[in-house]
């Protein structure tokens, strides 16, 4: 990392501060759940992925992308949001409701992605949690303004306060609907295959084991984290108490994983960037 770039958002970001949480794994899961509820979006996916035969290898390049925007240079940001657009722009996809063709860039959909991604982000954040103000969270739905200008949009389209995020969810909920597509995608989210050869297999191709009921428990509480109407739209998901038991597996999760060294979780993006805004950060030394 050259001179004193620090990339789109640095050290001082309330985006910084967001993303040190190794607990976001469970904020990129409920944004896919609640992805999954706009069936343009769910039709795109479908028709354009190979997520069911790769999922971790999307996973990956989904966590590569975020990472480079947040703690890549600022050039870097910008290559990984012109290759995001020009992989787009090549797509299409066809309505199953209408039979009409659109495009996977429509903005409308770009838009409704990033939403969904950075309200889950700083929602689990701070539910887990971290110590975020009202202006904190405001300040970094306009900090992802940037993020959403890589991907195609329009800065001034985007919700950029958590006032304009509780409306725009407002408007765009009448478009939201559960379909064949969001089930199918919703039970493929909650039981995907795990990479390695360490569980038991069972039936119906299901395997268990440790690293299962791991997984199931992480799904669980993305699921419980969704707003009441996402819930409802998956079939009413949960009792009353399922929103504070799922709060209370999250901050559970946290702390567990604050016992881990930051080495094991930290990608090599992040250790870069940190250490680079470090030695910008330290006084030069004496002549």
Do not use: C
């Not at 909920?173 to 379909?179: C, F, K, Q, S």
């Amino acid at each position: 990392m050259a001179s004193d770039d620090t990339g789109l958002f640095g050290p001082n970001s309330v985006t910084w501060k967001v993303h040190e949480e190794p607990v976001l794994l469970v904020a990129a899961l409920r944004s896919l759940y609640l992805q999954a509820l706009h069936p343009r979006t769910m039709a795109g996916v479908a028709q354009n992925s190979d997520y069911r035969r790769d999922a971790w290898g999307r996973l990956v390049r989904t966590a590569t992308y975020v990472a480079t925007t947040i703690y890549g240079t600022t050039a870097e940001a910008e290559a990984a949001g012109r290759r995001l657009r020009a992989r787009h722009a090549r797509l299409r996809a066809v309505d199953p409701a209408t039979g009409e063709p659109f495009r996977i860039d429509d903005p409308d959909l770009l838009r409704w992605v990033h939403v969904t991604e950075v309200e889950s982000f700083v929602g689990t954040a701070r539910r887990a949690g971290l110590s975020l103000t009202d202006a904190e969270v405001d300040r970094y739905y306009t900090e992802q303004r940037r993020a959403a200008a890589l991907v195609g949009l329009d800065p001034d389209t985007v919700p950029g306060t958590a006032a304009e995020v509780d409306d725009y969810y407002r408007r765009i909920r009448p478009e939201l609907r559960m379909t064949r597509e969001a089930a199918e995608t919703a039970l493929f989210l909650t039981a995907p295959p795990l990479p390695g050869n360490f569980s038991l297999p069972v039936r119906l191709g299901l395997t268990l084991g440790p690293p299962r009921w791991a997984y199931f428990g992480v799904a669980g509480t993305a699921l419980g984290l969704l707003p009441g109407w996402a819930r409802r739209l998956y079939g009413g998901l949960g009792l009353p108490t399922t929103a504070l038991s799922a709060e209370v597996g999250l901050r559970a999760l946290r702390l567990a994983l604050a016992a881990v060294p930051q080495r094991y979780w930290e990608g090599p993006l992040q250790q870069a960037a940190k250490a680079h805004a470090a030695r910008l950060a330290s006084p030069p030394l004496p002549v």
